[in-house]
């Protein structure tokens, strides 16, 4: 059964500084993996999305990084602002599961001005 | 706004209540999902539709009902409900399912923040 983890669970940084969230997964049988920003008591919003060929993806000051065989993706922000202040969530998408996505516990980042 | 629209935002009902939870989609994608996200825990995935059949059903109780209508729309229908059934129901609809197409990014709607009393 896919397991996926995100480290840390909490997470409290000055603005401007440059941060990595992780993210790690038991099977590496993937089809792709996709890093959500969840605002408080609302919806996801998709962030990136990484297939399982790609190495990363980027967006703006996001970049993500996918190590489909070691089970590993991380998301870097940089420069962060007090906006970024969300939690943010990894789910995977394995190539059996069909519609399934196994989404992490998330990351509480708050970023203080 | 992802283009996925979901009412109520938020209800509060005791468990003899039958109540709906729906959602709109404005994509004009052709699948639709349910989860739940209970406190400290990870999304949970409930019911997946493509083309307005279920096509999975991820163990989810009886008083737990979907409905998909038409491909834009997908309502929850609850039926004595338990207090731990308390959590935020979030939709989320995409083109095509994953094993048709490498490319099924979800976009979810803001949710529903569920109470049962």
């Known amino acids: 059964k896919q397991e996926v983890t995100q480290i840390p669970a909490a997470l409290s940084v000055p603005e401007g500084e440059n941060l990595v969230l992780n993210c790690s997964f038991t099977?590496?049988?993937?089809?792709?993996l996709q890093w959500f920003r969840q605002d408080p008591g609302k919806g996801l919003t998709s962030l990136l999305l990484i297939q399982s060929s790609q190495r990363e993806q980027t967006s703006g000051r996001l970049n993500a990084s996918l190590d489909k065989s070691s089970g590993r993706s991380t998301l870097y922000i940089a420069a962060s602002q007090p906006g970024d202040s969300a939690t943010y969530l990894c789910?995977?998408?394995?190539?059996?599961?069909?519609?399934?996505?196994?989404f992490g516990e998330g990351t509480q980042l708050t970023v203080n001005p | 706004e992802t283009g996925v629209t979901q009412t109520p935002r938020h209800l509060v009902m005791g468990m003899t209540n039958k109540k709906s939870l729906k959602c709109e989609q404005h994509l004009g994608h052709n699948a639709m999902y349910w989860y739940k996200q209970s406190a400290k825990k990870p999304l949970e995935l409930m019911f997946v539709y493509s083309l307005e059949e279920r096509v999975e059903n991820n163990s989810v109780p009886s008083r737990f009902s979907p409905e998909c209508p038409n491909s834009s729309h997908l309502f929850l229908h609850l039926h004595t409900l338990q207090p731990e059934d308390s959590a935020l129901y979030l939709c989320?609809?995409?083109?095509?399912?994953?094993?048709?197409?490498?490319?099924?990014?979800?976009?979810f709607g803001p949710g529903t923040r569920l109470t049962v009393l």
């Open positions: 789910a995977v998408k394995e190539e059996t599961s069909g519609s399934r996505l196994t």
């Open positions: 099977d590496s049988a993937i089809y792709n």
């Open positions: 989320a609809s995409s083109q095509g399912l994953a094993f048709l197409s490498s490319y099924n990014e979800q976009f």
